[in-house]
């Protein structure tokens, strides 16, 4: 006896270019968070502008990235894995940087 194989798909989805671009962008965003943490515990305040600066280009790029998950879930003859991993990671990573600057301005305040 034969086995038919049910894995086969005929379908014309591809993957969504801007969900897989806003997932390396929010890739790229985690990597600088990750080393602007690294250096303000390693050398204190001594890297405040290096790293603000740092931190500003990510929050920037992590909204651009947002920006273009959510412009992935709208696109059509997509596979929505890619789209809708992209909006969570992007929606995360911007929840983090605006963490990282809300208690950078409570504790210039504080």
């Given at each position: 006896m034969k086995r038919k194989n049910r894995n086969v798909k005929f379908t014309n989805k591809g993957y969504s270019r801007r969900g897989i671009l806003s997932l390396v962008l929010s890739a790229f965003s985690m990597v600088w968070l990750i080393y602007a943490v690294?250096?303000?515990f390693a050398n204190g305040d001594v890297t405040g502008n290096f790293v603000g600066?740092?931190?500003m280009l990510a929050l920037v790029l992590q909204i651009e990235s947002l920006v273009l998950a959510v412009r992935s879930l709208h696109e059509e003859d997509v596979f929505r894995g890619i789209p809708k991993a992209a909006a969570v990671a992007?929606?995360?990573?911007?929840l983090l940087w605006a963490g990282v600057y809300g208690l950078g301005i409570y504790?210039?305040?504080?």
């Open positions: 690294c250096q303000t600066g740092v931190g992007a929606a995360l990573m911007l504790s210039a305040f504080a």
